[in-house]
């Protein structure tokens, strides 16, 4: 079985996000970064090279796979700023209906900016996916 290649690293998440060169990105990430501190009480981890994590579970599929991963996080891409939502987003389709303009993947919610959407929203979103996890 092969192991997870995205790890928490020893790389300082805030350092990270103040490198960020697009202003906006980093304006909004640092905001992202307030907010999900607050809510989940962590302290944030950079997992791999540009993820900011926030808490861990440990998991294990039906499959044998298990692994450790963080509870909820995000990542300044290029194009979005990508919030990681656990454990799936059909649990949340009746809060992203109120989120404002967003794009969704399996476990992800893009958004350009936080201007875009509902913040009281987003942390609603944020709080009910860490509480789902053990």
Request: net charge positive.
């Given at each position: 079985?092969?192991?997870n290649?995205?790890r928490?690293?020893?790389?300082?998440?805030?350092?990270?996000?103040?490198?960020?060169?697009?202003?906006?990105?980093?304006?909004?990430?640092?905001?992202l970064?307030?907010?999900?501190?607050?809510?989940?009480?962590?302290?944030?981890?950079l997992?791999?090279?540009?993820?900011?994590?926030?808490?861990?579970?440990?998991?294990?599929?039906?499959?044998?796979?298990?692994?450790?991963?963080?509870?909820?996080?995000?990542?300044?891409?290029?194009?979005?700023?990508?919030?990681?939502?656990?454990?799936?987003?059909?649990?949340?389709?009746?809060?992203?209906?109120?989120?404002?303009?967003?794009?969704?993947?399996?476990?992800?919610?893009?958004?350009?900016?936080l201007?875009?959407?509902?913040?009281?929203?987003?942390?609603?979103?944020?709080?009910?996916?860490?509480?789902?996890?053990?």
């Open positions: 079985m092969s192991d290649k995205t928490p690293t020893g790389n300082n998440a805030e350092q990270f996000l103040e490198s960020v060169a697009n202003e906006q990105r980093r304006r909004d990430s640092l905001e970064l307030e907010i999900m501190t607050e809510i989940t009480k962590e302290k944030p981890i997992w791999g090279s540009s993820i900011v994590g926030f808490g861990s579970y440990r998991y294990k599929y039906a499959s044998g796979r298990e692994g450790d991963w963080f509870k909820t996080g995000f990542s300044p891409r290029k194009n979005s700023l990508t919030l990681y939502v656990m454990p799936n987003l059909d649990d949340f389709r009746p809060l992203l209906q109120k989120l404002g303009r967003h794009k969704t993947g399996k476990g992800c919610i893009y958004i350009s900016k201007s875009d959407v509902d913040i009281s929203v987003l942390r609603e979103i944020v709080e009910q996916s860490v509480e789902r996890l053990p």
